[in-house]
C-alpha cells in the first residue's frame, strides 16, 4: 500500500503533467514552483521507510526529470534549439494515474514537439531564402537523429526480446535437465535397494551353505570315529 508522502507525489505529478499539457503564458510560475516540489519529494520518498520499489522510484525520476528538461527547453529562445532540446526528452513509460491510457507525459512530448515543429515553420516564412535552406537542413538533420533513435530503440527492443525468448529457451532446457537428473537419481536409488536386497539375499543363502558343510562335516568326522572304534573293536591288534 502507498505511503502518505508516495501519494501526494502521485496527486503533484499529476497536476504538473496537466498544467504541462496546457498552453501557458510566459508569467505562469506555479509549473516551476511545482517541479522543484516534486524533486524535494522525490528525495524524500527515496529516504522513507516505506519507499516504493526501485522499479517504481526509476520512473518517477523519469517523469521527474522529463519536467525539468521540458521547463528548461521552454525557456531557450530559438525554435531550433527548443527541437533540438525536446529531442532528448524522456518521457514517462507507465501512467501516473489507473484513468490514464497514455502516459500523459509521453502526451506532453508529443505536443512540445508539435508545438516547436510550428514555430520552426513560422520562423521559415520570415527567414531569407539562404537561412530558410540552412533551417531545412537542420530540419532533415533532425528528422534523421529522430529516425535514428527510432531505429536504436526498435533494434533494442528486439534485441531484449531475443534475450527474453533465449532466457526462456534456457530455462526449458535446465528445467528438462533437472527432470531428467531427477528420474536418474530416482532410478540409482532404486538400483540400490535392489542390490542392496540381493545382497541380504545372498549373504543368507552363503550362511546357509555354510552351514549345510558344516553339519557335513561333523557328521563325516562322526562316521569316521566311530567306523575306527567298530574297526578296532571287531579287528583287535595282533599279537
Known sequence: MASRLEINFIRLLSRCENMASEKRGEAEWRLEKYVAALVDMLVALRK??????????????????????????EKLTSPTEKALANQFLAPGRTPTIANERMPATKTVHIQSKARCTGEMRDELLVLPLDER?????????LQRHHNLQEKLAEDMLNLARNLKNNTLAAQNIIKQDNQTLS???RQADLNFEKLKTESERLEQHTKKSVNWLLWLMLILVSFTFISMILFIRIFPRLR
Open 48 to 73: 522513507s521507510p516505506s519507499k516504493p520499489t526501485q522499479e517504481i522510484l526509476t520512473e518517477y525520476t523519469r517523469k521527474v526529470d522529463f519536467l525539468k528538461g521540458l521547463l528548461e527547453a
Open 133 to 141: 535552406q540552412s533551417a531545412a537542413e537542420l530540419d532533415a538533420v
Open 183 to 185: 528420474q536418474s537419481m
